[in-house]
Structure formats: structure tokens, C-alpha cells
């Protein structure tokens, strides 16, 4: 499903607006918006792989070997080197009590070392045999499930596309009922001008490109290896100023 996003057009005297590098021509500001909905066709998995001993040695020994095991699986479902992430790990004392008012209380009884995993997976179909066989390795603790696209960069400029018609279109249709026509752009930003923003929309928000997407848990009588991968949402603002002259 596509869908299309509209704002209506403001045209103020320039009078008003003048300086702050605006333009010394009758103009309009339009903002275009468009937004478009694409099935996921790729998962990024992220988990953390945790061990914990008395001694930090051996808890990093053993998530090492854990590590090396899940690159080793990687390769085996033939995922790219480029879509597996494993380059942070972090080491943490363990202590017999609680945090108390922001300080450690208590003696260190143990240690965790924790490796942070990122791991695209371009087969949708095939990543939830892969997050069971994850959850089969001890201490690893999933924390997202994804959705994407493989063709992100071609999405974001077909939207780019869509929002800047909208912005023209808005613009002619404004212009049209005024008796007045565009002459040129004079200038395009996916961020609203700040000095004509502040002025005219006081109180409204700076929009930037959103990509959005996430994972619905299986729930009521679904097997218990199957997800629900949302659709990407992608959406873009563009602020346009078009210079403006009186149709003949």
C-alpha cells in the first residue's frame, strides 16, 4: 500500500519575511510530504552473548567460544561477513547486593563479559529457525527483531521523489487560485527553513526522514517459532520556495 501525505501551502507578503538569506521576489513556501509502505524484505537480529563466572578469565573464555560458535553458524546459513556485527564487548563486575542510591554495595562475587550482536538476515523465511537455534546456545539474550529493506537507498529516493512533487502540486494549486504562477526554485530542503519556520510556525516541529520498523510477537495459538514482521514505513518532508510572478 502507498500512501500520499498532504500539507496545505502558506503564501505571506515579503514584507514579512524579508532578509535572513530569503529571496527579494514574490515567493511561496510549501511544504510537500509523501510516505510510502513496503513489505520487510530482510530481518536485523540483535542480541547480546553473555557469560558470567567468579572469574573474569574464564567468563571471557567461554563468551569467546560461544562467539565463535555463532560466527561459525553464520557462515554454515551462508550470511554475508558484511551483514554480521560482532566487534563490541563489554566486561562488568558482579556484586553480592544491588545498586543502592547510584553506588555498588557489596562485595564482587563474579564477573559478566557480554558480545553484541547485530546479524542481517536477507531470507525473511528462514530467520526464525535461526533465532531458535540462537536461543539454544546458552546466555544469549535477544533484544530486537527488525524489519527492513535491501533496497533502502531506492526507496528513500523514490519518497524524496513523491514528497517533491507534492510540494509543486501544493504550490500550483495555492497559486492558481491567486492568479499567480511559479517562475523557479529557489531553494529545496528536506528540513524546514528556519528563518521562515520560526516566523510563521512558532510553536511546530522540525521533520526529518523517518524509516521505520518492527517485529510482532507470535501470540494465542501461533507456533511458537513464528513472528510477524511489520511492513517499513518510510516518509519524508520536503520545504521548497518557489519563486512567484502574476499569470498572464
Not at 27 to 35: H, N, S, T
Not at 72 to 84: F, G, H, L, Q, T
Not at 124 to 147: N, Y
Amino acid at each position: 500500500m502507498k500512501k500520499l501525505v498532504l500539507l496545505a501551502c502558506v503564501s505571506l507578503p515579503l514584507s514579512l519575511l524579508a532578509g535572513g538569506g530569503l529571496p527579494d521576489k514574490p515567493y511561496i513556501y510549501v511544504e510537500g510530504k509523501a510516505e510510502i509502505e513496503k513489505p520487510a524484505d530482510m530481518v536485523t537480529l540483535r542480541f547480546d552473548l553473555v557469560a558470567r563466572n567468579p572469574d573474569q578469565a574464564k567468563a571471557n573464555q567461554e563468551v569467546q567460544a560461544k562467539a565463535n560458535k555463532i560466527l561459525a553458524m553464520m557462515k554454515e546459513r551462508r550470511i554475508a561477513d558484511n551483514d554480521v556485527i560482532a566487534g563490541d564487548i563489554k566486561s562488568a563486575p558482579q556484586y553480592s547486593t544491588k545498586e543502592e542510591s547510584g553506588y555498588k554495595q557489596g562485595k564482587i562475587i563474579g564477573y559478566s563479559v557480554t558480545r553484541i550482536f547485530s546479524v542481517g538476515v536477507r531470507d525473511v523465511t528462514a530467520f526464525a529457525r535461526l533465532v531458535d537455534e540462537l536461543l539454544a546456545i546458552g546466555g544469549t539474550e535477544f533484544s530486537g527483531i527488525e524489519g527492513g529493506l535491501t533496497k533502502e537507498k531506492e526507496a528513500r529516493d523514490e519518497i524524496f521523489e513523491k514528497a517533491l512533487a507534492n510540494a509543486r502540486e501544493q504550490a500550483e494549486k495555492t497559486l492558481k487560485t491567486m492568479g499567480m504562477k511559479i517562475d523557479a526554485v529557489f531553494a529545496v530542503s528536506p528540513v524546514p527553513m528556519p528563518e521562515i519556520q520560526a516566523r510563521m510556525f512558532p510553536n511546530s516541529s522540525t521533520e526529518r526522514v523517518i524509516v521505520t520498523g518492527s517485529y510482532i510477537p507470535n501470540g494465542g495459538n501461533l507456533a511458537p517459532a513464528e513472528y510477524r514482521i511489520a511492513p517499513v514505513t518510510i516518509s519524508q518532508s520536503i520545504h521548497v520556495i518557489y519563486l512567484i510572478s502574476p499569470a498572464k
